[in-house]
Nanobody, 127 residues
Framework: VQLVESGGGLVQAGGSLRLSCAAS????????MGWFRQAPGKEREFAAA????????RYADSVKGRFTISRVDAAKTVYLRMNSLKPEDTAVYYC?????????????????????WGQGTQVTVSS
């Protein structure tokens, strides 16, 4: 199984980025997907999640209204659109896959419950 993130980079505050996570080696439609982030010196934290159907999304309060998660199963890809970026959004962003055998509602933000992780992509927001 591989999850490969892309789309990170350097952007000014107020700008936008779209992250992509391409999956291979798994039946994509059998997984809920999540985006997490880890800032320097901080713990990894939940950012956004989308259920297997694409119909139910969840966001951390810190990104709600600015970030949008989506998925295209035919492309085995999950996206994170990030608008109105702030310096505090600077972090390595990781995508992760949560198997259908686990409750989405109980586990969408639970780092330890996710089955597969990507290597991450750096997002840096300058002030």
């Amino acid at each position: 199984v591989q999850l490969v993130e892309s789309g990170g980079g350097l952007v000014q505050a107020g700008g936008s980025l779209r992250l992509s996570c391409a999956a291979s080696g798994l039946t994509f439609s059998n997984y809920h997907m999540g985006w997490f982030r880890q800032a320097p010196g901080k713990e990894r934290e939940f950012a956004a999640a989308i259920d297997w159907s694409g119909g139910i999304t969840r966001y951390a309060d810190s990104v709600k209204g600015r970030f949008t998660i989506s998925r295209v199963d035919a492309a085995k890809t999950v996206y994170l659109r990030m608008n109105s970026l702030k310096p505090e959004d600077t972090a390595v962003y990781y995508c992760a896959a949560l198997g259908l055998g686990k409750s989405y509602y109980r586990n969408y933000d639970a780092i330890s419950e996710y089955d597969y992780w990507g290597q991450g992509t750096q997002v840096t927001v300058s002030s």
